[in-house]
């Protein structure tokens, strides 16, 4: 028998409405979950522990910490050979990118949920969790880090995000593609992820502002920051890393006093690149001493930002964590 822990923190996929037509909220045991599925991979025996039970959108970043780590004890367990959690979609690439920075195991850690709530008829929650577990006892799955079971498909915690607000196969992974889908019980790889990045888990900076940047978009927010005890900064920029005037002045500031400051890109694909100059422009905030975050998006560049401040990473370390995590 292959052994597999199941996590379950709330979201959809345990919610049911309170009342006819009424709010949903997450009220559905693990064990329930696992009882709601047709069919039980072949050779699996199932340990469900229930963590939370939130919607994803209610999580912070200490409760998101404590999974991890939760995550991580089970991996340890002699005998475990992967783990599913069960998580709310909205903040679902958040985790899983957390805990593919984190834990440091070839076990496979695979996260599912549901667009369709578990007393809806036609709810999508058993079949992911059924192949989710089919990916986390696969021997091919190991060395893939965390990755998001959606709809069959298999996708990198570091590529995939969320594409719509209610399709049951809104995970997409922007220009690179899934990893691989789950076709009648079994895995099918296509490709495999770049080598992974591991960072030390000493806890999250939880200072860390994200600023989404607009057209003639005022620098305030980065003023606020500057004036206030925050421990660095991610501006989601335009195109290649370039933002409206007076940011790089800030920026330079932040930077002077050791906070961080990190460009990402508000296109879903391509890269973050020093190349316009004139005011705020990817070249002059190159200038003032911005870290280019490269294909990271710009909520995925905070969490890696929250973990290298929280292991005390020198400014030097986070450019060449930023560089790594982004080749």
Known sequence: MTHITLITTGGT?????????????????????????????AGLEVVVEDFRALG???LDLPTVHSLVARIRAALA?????GVVVTHGTDTMEETAFLADLLIDSDKPVVFTGAQ??????????????ADALTVA???????????ILFEGDVHAARDASKTHTSRVDTFRSAGLGKLGEVDRGALHLYRR?????????????ERVELIKLSLGARPHYLEWCAAHDIRGVVLEAFGRGNAP????????????????????????????????????????LEQAGVIFAGTLSAIKARLMLCALLGAGASMDEMRAAFAAKSA
């Open 193 to 205: 992820p770049a080598e992974r990045l591991v960072l030390a888990d000493a806890g999250l900076e």
């Open 245 to 284: 005037q007076g940011y790089a002045s800030i920026a330079a500031r932040l930077v002077e006093r050791s906070v961080p400051v990190v460009v990402a890109s508000r296109c879903a694909e391509g890269r973050t690149a020093a190349i316009y100059g004139a005011d705020s422009g990817g070249a002059t």
């Open 137 to 147: 006892a696969a021997e091919q799955a190991r060395g893939l880090g965390a990755m």
């Open 56 to 58: 994803s959108y209610a």
């Open 116 to 129: 369709r709530h578990a007393g809806e008829a036609d709810t999508d929650g058993p079949r992911n969790i």
């Open 77 to 81: 367990i002699p005998g475990c050979a």
């Open 13 to 41: 996929i345990a919610s049911r409405s309170v009342s006819e037509g009424g709010p949903v909220v997450a009220a559905v045991a693990g064990q329930a979950l696992l009882d709601s599925l047709h069919d039980l991979p």
